[in-house]
């Protein structure tokens, strides 16, 4: 059995935060990551991010996911960082189990953070299974991380903030979006990208579902069908689009799988897109030293997954009696980064989810 | 950047050009899929070469025979397992490629798309 001082699990936006300021703080770290390459989602994304600057808006995302990597360097005696390394059991006297290149291993943190972000949503619909039937996170991981087309022809079903980028990403790739389908009668996602869309020609199918796919060995065609004001579908209302591609956008939930197994108290809180930990405003789940931070606890964006992870290293450190110097500033700072962020209209959604987990917000 | 190409000729689904992301292929790699011979580039990973080359149908589903590819490529849902040097389940979406490397599908493939 390995221990550290502090075990993080998911080396994206959030876990990467964490780990700099325990570092700081003198804590030894190990950082589980099951992908080849630190980063989570940021690695993915190729616009510029909308937020505030303090956590680096109008940075494309993967390189601001670059900046914090590099952050994490120079901290060779501190820091042990495992990649292509999955954390496939948790336990809740802090064990984890991590299986890496055929082999199990076992560590034991003083503190474990998780982070291990959010997985899609699928949607039902008959034949959904096909080859060519994807989430959006698979086609931004071929065509951004392999440079590979996913096909010629695609629908694209979501029109949050993810259709919509991943709908021009794909175009700027050089792939034929032939129509956005949405069930609600407005856009979901901001306007300046619907915009953009509708200028490069892409047809948006208000009101509208996916009845069914048809194709023998993979995708050929998608069969939509139109939805009343109730959401039924409208009888004779089906339409038939050539594809080879479609594309399902229609949301996030947290991958909550380990903290689940530990036996954290979960809470299902519909505004936060699913089961997410209770919490303390430390961030401490119902297991002593155990934390959570990012989309793991809630599905909001990288910008408070960075300022929740330094929160997390901060009180993971804070609490087993390691000093950060700039232990009191920085946490003033940082709880007033999110307050800053999840202001306003925008961010009722999050403030109404936080609430039901314990953390205030007036 | 060198000239792209599958065992079908030019390189099918490979982005050239983009304007923000560049993609620099080094080295070919050789494998085979069912017994076809096929090329790669290094980085891929098994998936995405078998995109290249025009391959989407990855395995059959071993209760209900229903066609198996690429999903989630996170290594989240195991949608895309197959027989790799001999070695049932392996997540071709995260496993890089390899010289030599003997790619099958699990369960019979009917048709080879
Ligand atoms: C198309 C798109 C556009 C976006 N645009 C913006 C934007 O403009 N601005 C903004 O602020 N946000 C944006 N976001 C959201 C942002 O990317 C996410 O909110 C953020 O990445 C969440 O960070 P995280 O660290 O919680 O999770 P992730 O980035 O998902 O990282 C989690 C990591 O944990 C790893 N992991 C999971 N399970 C395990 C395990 N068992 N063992 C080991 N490792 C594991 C995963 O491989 C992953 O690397 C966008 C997202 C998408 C998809
Ligand atoms: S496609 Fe989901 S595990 Fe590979």
Redesign the pocket.
Known sequence: MIKRDLVI????????SAAKVALDAGMSVTL????NQ?????I??T?????SQL?Y?KTR?FDIARILIDDLKGYDDQLEILLD????GFYPDKVLT?YQYGKYMKYLGGSVII????SEKVLAFENNDLPGIYG??AI?TLMNIYGIKPGKEVVMVGSG??GL??SY?LIQAGVKVKALVEAASTIGGYLVHASKLKRLGVGFLMNTTVKKAIGKDHLEKVVTVKLDDRWQEIPGSESEIDADVLCI?VG?SP?H??LSMAGAHMLDVSELGGLVPKKTCDYETSIDHVYA?????G????????V??RICGLMAANHLGFKHPEAQSLEDDLNNQLCVLRQGPCGEKIRCGLKKVGEIYD | MIKLKTVRGEALMRIKEHPILKFDYQNEIHFTYNNQAMIGYEGDTIAAALYDNGIRHFSNSVVHDRPRGLYCA??NCGSCYMRVNGVDNVKTCMTLLEENMVVESEVSVASND
């Open positions: 699990v998911g080396g994206g936006p959030a876990g990467l589980i990551e099951r992908f630190l980063g989570g989602q940021l993915k994304q616009h510029k991010f909308f937020g956590q808006a995302g390394a999955t954390c496939v991590v982070a291990t972000g959010a959006a996170g931004q903030n993810i980028i991943v990403q956008s996030l991958l799988q380990l931070c990012g989309d793991v606890t599905i909001e964006e990288a910008s408070s997954a960075m929740e992870g | 996170i290594g």
